[in-house]
């Protein structure tokens, strides 16, 4: 039992300190784009296969995502397998899904784990 709280609270804090960065790289970018007299928007709505299948997993993920300046969950489907998500800054659909998926969802999945 102790190492599997061990584990979770690691993970937790990896997340946490990961949500950190990521949140000041998109509000550096985000004012960057207000101050720019040509903005770098590219504004798209991905679909995101989740990995993540239980409430507190997919909501915290969703939470994670709109917190993040330029980012906004719009939609979970019916089956609970996608997510929507609307993102200013789109180079391709494979990256923003990658980036989530190797970023924000990883983590919460090991943190629920």
């Keep these: ?48 296969p989740l990995d993540v299948t239980s409430d507190g997993e997919i909501l915290l993920l969703s939470m994670l995502i709109n917190i993040t300046p330029g980012s906004v969950t719009i939609d979970l489907s019916e089956d609970r397998q996608t997510l929507y998500v609307h993102v200013m800054h789109m180079m391709n659909a494979e990256t923003t899904r990658r980036e989530i998926k190797e970023g924000f969802e990883r983590r919460v999945k090991l943190v629920f784990e």
Excluded at 8 to 31: C, D, H, K, Q
Excluded at 32 to 43: E, F, H, K, S, Y
């Design 1 to 48: 039992m102790r190492s599997t709280l061990t584990s979770r609270t690691r993970y937790a804090i990896e997340l946490a300190v990961f949500f950190v960065w990521e949140l000041l790289l998109a509000n550096v970018r985000v004012a960057a784009d207000v101050l720019r007299p040509r903005t770098g928007i590219r504004p798209a709505v991905v679909a995101i």
